[in-house]
């Protein structure tokens, strides 16, 4: 019999609460032993906490996250009543900037981080260097999406695994040329980890393992995923 294709999702339990200055790969290798090939998803909240991303501000003032939110970013899309429908300096269009009071000691806002690339280039390296294993990283947020009810988590930082897959020029299985398929598959990995993760259990990050080693190489999400401003039907 055929042996099926499989992908397992592991969430990385027992992490303590992130403060500034801590190493995420150091507190995932703690806890988790990671093998080649696998690709390590972590919360974009620990990520910003671990780079000092998180601010003050009065919780009794109503427009205070407003205001965060503007700070963010660089140009605001859609106001309706509290909600903020924002552009940030990642090129990502999302709620608010992404700022975040969830999981945070109240009066306080966790801020995405500056470069999300960067961070995941950053536990990637460390997880090389101290266990001796290459593994693709994702750094994952929780988004809304336009036309759809429901939030989903996506990626806003990876390395070491595809960002997005170009199957154009390629042919399906009854022997057509794709024109348009490009497969955005760290967003796909990331709405897997989230599973296993959940918004309210305290598993801020998960092992995938099982991903096709034809699909970890070098990427970016801001490079490959955020579609370029002249190519956008909708601004």
Same mark, same amino acid.
């Given at each position: ?155 806003? /930082?990876? %390395? ?7 199957? =154009? @020029?390629?042919?399906? !299985? #009854?022997? &057509?040329?794709? $024109? *348009? ?16 993760? /959940?918004? %309210? ?7 995938? =393992? @099982?991903?096709?080693? !034809? #699909?970890? &190489?070098?990427? $970016? *999400? ?14």
């Amino acid at each position: 019999m055929a042996l099926e294709a499989r992908l397992t999702v592991l969430g990385v339990t027992g992490m303590p609460e992130v403060v500034r200055g801590d190493s995420i790969a150091d507190l995932v290798l703690d806890r988790a032993e990671l093998v080649e090939g696998d690709v390590l998803v972590v919360t974009q909240k620990v990520v910003s906490k671990a780079e000092g991303r998180v601010v003050a501000f009065d919780p009794g003032d109503p427009d205070a996250k407003r205001r965060i939110a503007e700070s963010e970013a660089v140009r605001v899309l859609r106001r309706r009543g509290e909600l903020v429908v924002t552009e940030t300096r990642h090129g990502f269009v999302c709620a608010s900037s992404g700022v975040d009071l969830s999981n945070v000691a109240e009066g306080r806002a966790v801020l995405l981080p500056v470069d999300p690339d960067r961070s995941s280039r950053r536990i990637r390296d460390r997880i090389r260097a101290r266990a001796g294993v290459r593994v693709g990283v994702v750094v994952s947020d929780t988004f809304g999406r336009a036309w759809r009810r429901g939030l989903t988590d996506v990626a806003i /930082g990876c %390395a070491g695994v595809a960002a997005v897959v170009d199957l =154009r @020029g390629t042919r399906d !299985a #009854l022997g &057509r040329e794709l $024109s *348009v398929t490009e497969v955005c598959v760290v967003d796909e990995i990331a709405g897997a980890a989230e599973l296993v993760m /959940g918004k %309210a259990s305290g598993i801020p990050a998960a092992v995938v =393992r @099982g991903v096709d080693p !034809a #699909l970890l &190489r070098d990427s $970016s *999400v801001r490079d490959e995923v955020v579609r370029p401003y002249g190519e956008d039907l909708f601004r």
